[in-house]
């Protein structure tokens, strides 16, 4: 998240963030809007401001560059993101947000990302906390453990949260 100065909340300018940062720091939000999007169009109940939130946090690693870095890096987190939701091996909608969720809080049990105000990392805690509070209402979530390691081994092999 950026401060009205445009530095971010760590104390640098987004400008030295490298391009594997950058997409970092886009890509988890940008899981997290989709699955939250489908959500929503099924009929289950969220804060519609939380689309918003990620869809800014989505956005704010790509602020300060120029027109042609942001597309190369907004086609990236893209296709990234859609061949990590593609591996995705749970039926259940809900499930695939609980994945993403406990994918999200895992790499920052790891060090792998700063829970400072991330916004994927807030939404991720808002969906464990709904999922430990009624785990009924998220259907069957036998498949979640398997998504996860899928995802971080995809990930890794796009040669990303690997310090």
Do not use: C
């Not at 086609?75 to 990590?84: N, T």
């Not at 895992?106 to 060090?111: A, R, S, T």
């Amino acid at each position: 998240m950026v401060n009205n100065v445009g530095m971010d909340f760590h104390g640098s300018k987004p400008g030295f963030l490298t391009d594997k940062k950058r997409v970092e720091k886009a890509l988890l939000p940008y899981l997290l809007r989709v699955a939250v999007g489908v959500l929503l169009k099924r009929g289950l109940v969220i804060r519609e401001d939380i689309l918003i939130y990620l869809d800014r946090a989505t956005s704010i690693p790509l602020q300060g560059l120029d027109s042609l870095s942001v597309v190369r890096l907004a086609k990236r987190v893209e296709r990234v993101g859609a061949k990590l939701l593609r591996v995705m091996t749970v039926d259940n909608e809900r499930a695939v947000t609980v994945a993403i969720s406990r994918f999200i809080l895992k790499l920052v049990e790891e060090g792998k990302i700063e829970n400072t105000g991330d916004q994927a990392v807030l939404v991720s805690l808002l969906v464990t906390a709904e999922v430990e509070e009624d785990p009924e209402e998220w259907g069957d979530l036998s498949g979640v453990e398997k998504t996860m390691a899928r995802l971080f081994d995809e990930v890794r092999g796009e040669g990303l949260f690997l310090e």
